[in-house]
């Protein structure tokens, strides 16, 4: 054991409802707690893991925020996403064995290591656990097809706009305020995420102040018009 890591018990765990399936028996629990036995400190700045490198865990963000990016053919970040307390991360590995992207960890960040073989394993044993784990798994997939979309045809106020709800509604179900948020992400991180340049970021967080919807200050947005910033997602024209 390094200092880096310490025993964990999930059934102790205040995340365990959105981490872990409801309605396990004591012992079913126990065993999970078996197999997650490490946390993981990791720095702000730091790497959880690398594209490239081999796949082994998936990890349940304990406390922290990070985003997952990819390297463009010209050498740019490309921000695949962005990762709260009580999600999951690392599922890029799970197709080839290998991860896909670098996992960055926005602020100081802790998370439980669950060895995948491991949960594979037990999860044979235990449906409950196999079921959330596909739950897991197609959430995902939503998330990811929701992006391609949202970046297809969205222009940049809805894009913005989609974004903020998409992050008050997450931070919303483990229990934060749904109308103040406090942004990890630069704009320049939002920007490359939602296929934006920095000004263009900037102006529309301007534009929705202006307007009363938003209230800005640095990375502190609070949002005052929660239906207006609805419509604006909505406002696409329907196709003929």
């Known amino acids: 054991m390094t200092p880096l890591t310490i025993k964990v018990a999930c059934s102790n765990c205040n995340l365990r409802e959105l981490c872990m399936p409801v309605g396990l028996s004591d012992d079913q629990l126990q065993r999970i707690d078996d197999i997650v036995a490490v946390r993981r400190k990791v720095k702000r700045g730091g790497t959880l893991f690398r594209s490239g490198e081999t796949f082994t865990?998936?990890?349940?963000?304990?406390?922290?925020?990070?985003?997952?990016?990819?390297?463009?053919?010209?050498?740019?970040?490309?921000?695949?996403?962005?990762?709260?307390?009580?999600?999951i991360i690392g599922l890029d590995g799970i197709v080839n064995d290998v991860h896909t992207c670098d996992a960055i960890a926005l602020e100081d960040a802790e998370v439980?290591?669950?060895?995948?073989?491991?949960?594979?394993?037990?999860?044979?044993?235990?449906?409950?656990?196999?079921?959330?784990?596909?739950?897991?798994?197609?959430?995902?997939?939503?998330?990811?097809?929701?992006?391609?979309?949202?970046?297809g045809s969205m222009r940049a106020e809805e894009r913005l706009a989609a974004f903020l709800l998409n992050l008050v509604q997450r931070l919303h179900a483990r229990g934060f305020s749904q109308s103040e948020l406090v942004l990890r992400m630069t704009r320049e991180e939002i920007g490359s995420y939602l296929g934006l340049k920095l000004e263009t970021v900037s102006r529309a967080f301007s534009k929705f102040a202006e307007d009363g919807i938003v209230e800005v200050?640095?990375?502190?947005?609070?949002?005052?018009?929660?239906e207006a910033l609805k419509r604006i997602v909505n406002s696409q024209p329907a196709c003929h």
Not at 219 to 226: A, C, D, M, P, Y
């Open 57 to 87: 865990s998936l990890y349940a963000i304990r406390t922290g925020f990070f985003k997952t990016s990819v390297a463009t053919e010209d050498g740019r970040d490309q921000v695949t996403g962005f990762q709260m307390a009580g999600e």
């Open 112 to 151: 439980c290591v669950m060895p995948f073989d491991r949960i594979e394993e037990l999860s044979r044993e235990v449906t409950a656990l196999q079921h959330h784990v596909h739950k897991i798994m197609s959430r995902e997939i939503v998330r990811e097809h929701g992006v391609m979309l949202l970046l």
């Open 217 to 226: 200050k640095q990375r502190h947005v609070r949002i005052l018009e929660t």
